[in-house]
């Protein structure tokens, strides 16, 4: 299958959102520029290290001094995901940066295919990076989006709100708990509601 770029320089939005009930949601990124929508699912934990890292990234960016990054006094953009809803591809591996000639943040969404996830794995035995260009017809498909600072942060508020608002953990120790409750490694197996 012929590779697939999905390039929003800039979107017009761009979030991460859910789908589910607690407990059992799909997370997205999802960007839009007009009537194109491009939603891309991946893992709780890539949503929060994504927002995590970008928030360190602004962080650093403000105390340069190198971009303007506070979010503004914008209405907020809810976590609701644009329709239709059509998962582009599964996101394997998440990449960001700085594009400082541009002042944007980009950053990436790429599929992994599973020869891709072996050689990947041996590269990062041997420290190698995998680089992939753009005009690559054979590589995995891409999702990029290119935004100012101020909308990154906006993104980082958001994405956070978003992994929060999964179950509550559990005050022992710290799994996520169920409505029905959960088995507690702390109370030795015992059953915890």
């Not at 990124?29 to 491009?38: K, S, T």
């Not at 929060?48 to 403000?62: H, Q």
């Not at 992994?112 to 190698?128: K, Q, V």
């Amino acid at each position: 299958m012929a590779r697939r770029l999905f390039i929003f320089d800039p979107p017009t939005r761009f979030i991460a959102g859910t789908i589910g009930q607690p407990g059992n949601r799909t997370f997205y990124l999802q960007a839009r520029d007009g009537e194109r929508i491009v939603s891309v699912s991946l893992e709780k934990v890539q949503v929060a290290v994504l927002a995590d890292r970008l928030g360190a990234l602004l962080d650093e960016l403000d105390r340069r001094g190198i971009a303007e990054t506070s979010a503004g006094s914008e209405t907020e953009d809810p976590a609701t995901l644009d329709e239709p809803l059509n998962e582009a591809f599964r996101a394997g591996t998440l990449s960001l940066g700085w594009d400082g000639a541009d002042d944007v943040i980009v950053i990436e969404a790429r599929e992994i295919e599973e020869e891709d996830e072996e050689e990947a794995e041996a590269g990062e035995a041997e420290g190698a990076v995998l680089e992939i260009a753009d005009d690559d017809p054979d590589g995995p498909d891409l999702f990029r989006v290119r935004i100012p600072a101020a909308v990154a942060r906006r993104f980082v508020d958001q994405a956070v709100r978003v992994v929060a608002s999964g179950r509550p953990p559990c005050p022992l120790c710290g799994q996520p708990l169920d409505p029905q409750g959960h088995l507690c490694p702390r109370r030795n197996g015992t059953f915890l509601n």
